[in-house]
């Protein structure tokens, strides 16, 4: 191109010679493949409480933005003894799923569905990003963590029974294979979206073979990614530094009950659990659902005053439609959730607001590029 032709370009562009070309211009980022515009099937479960209010949200942006997915509904729900055989079959054909809260119903003798769906469908990583959103004041500043968190096994592998009466058993188990393959797909992760630092969560001084196999696993994965730095650090110690100096954490991986106490600890910092994405993932089929499992299925109160805060699993949509190789729609409903949180006009009562789901959702769609 000539000199003459750059200038011109340039003065059309709105910048000199010299200077970056203005923000609002558009680069070739992303080349899709033949056939990558053709609309996904999604399951969606609404779930439990606050679920089909946040499921019902995503439902209405996907359709503002005439996103190309489509949705497979299913009824299931925390009191069932088990999630129906269809339903299980639709994300093994779909691949991909949308996920209201499931309450879990606390002692007895009934099964955990989220642990079920996890173990049949072997999503063995969570993931959750915990990031203070602009606009939206916390007690901390730059935080910018995620949270992954094997998901199969550890205390959560369900390997319960009493012994004799008033005496029970809880087995912790910990493998070779899921500490290895949770260590590289943190790892992966920190190298492909250009994170600096893992930090594995343990506590192998009181755990030693347990979290010790935990700790030697991330240790030997650590070696191959030589560009990424590794740290460890004590559960406990863990918990005291996320609440004083949450800014040093970038990545962290942590076996399964470590997992679930930190990333609820990381969202109340960095939020609260009603904004931060997340899901869960394994080598064929993922699941996108709020980040953070506390409050999930709110309450019956949130239910009736129709309040209950969409920006979760909005954000978790986002994250889908990467998942799905829909980078532009996910960039327009990542940009437009942040556009709403930061002008403050529209917030439910957990950040400080008083508006209602659906008034949420009309400013969502409102601000949409």
Do not use: W
């Not at 949770?182 to 969560?201: D, P």
């Amino acid at each position: 191109m000539s000199r003459r032709s750059l200038l011109k370009l340039r003065h059309l562009l709105g910048s000199t010679p010299g200077s970056p070309l203005p923000l609002g211009h558009r680069s070739v980022t992303y080349m899709p493949r033949p056939g990558d515009g053709t609309p996904r099937l999604v399951t969606l479960i609404p779930g439990d409480g606050i679920g089909p209010l946040v499921t019902g949200a995503v439902r209405q942006v996907m359709e503002a933005m005439h996103a190309p997915v489509f949705f497979e509904t299913y009824e299931v729900h925390g009191g069932m003894e088990t999630v129906p055989p269809e339903v299980i079959e639709s994300i093994r054909r779909n691949k991909v799923c949308l996920k209201g809260g499931l309450v879990t119903p606390v002692g007895g003798g009934v099964h955990s569905l989220n642990m079920q769906l996890r173990k049949e469908l072997d999503l063995f990583a969570s993931l959750v990003n915990c990031f203070n959103l602009p606009g939206l004041p916390t007690r901390h500043e730059n935080v910018d963590i995620v949270v992954i968190r094997e998901n199969t096994e550890g205390e959560y592998s369900g390997l319960e029974h009493e012994v004799v009466p008033g005496v029970v058993e809880s087995l912790k188990v910990i493998t070779k294979f899921c500490s290895e393959r949770i260590a590289k797909y943190a790892f992966e992760y920190a190298y492909l979206n250009n994170r600096k630092t893992v930090t594995a969560v343990h506590k192998a001084n009181i755990m030693k073979l347990a979290d010790g196999l935990f700790l030697e696993s991330c240790r030997e994965v650590a070696t191959k990614y030589p560009s990424i730095k590794y740290n460890e650090i004590i559960v406990d110690n863990c918990c005291m530094q996320l609440v004083a100096k949450p800014e040093q954490f970038d990545v962290m991986v942590t076996p399964n009950l470590y997992g679930n106490l930190v990333a609820n600890t990381a969202a109340g910092i960095a939020g609260g659990t009603g904004v931060m994405p997340g899901g869960n993932v394994g080598q064929d089929h993922a699941i996108f659902e709020q980040g953070a499992s506390a409050g999930n299925t709110g309450t019956e109160k949130l239910v009736e005053q129709q309040k209950a805060n969409p920006v979760a699993l909005l954000l978790s949509s986002a994250m889908m439609l990467r998942h799905l190789q829909f980078p532009s729609f996910a960039d327009r409903l990542e940009t437009s959730v942040k556009r709403v949180i930061a002008k403050g006009k529209y917030r439910t009562k957990d950040l400080g607001g008083s508006s209602t789901t659906q008034e949420v959702v009309d400013a969502v769609i409102a601000n949409l590029d």
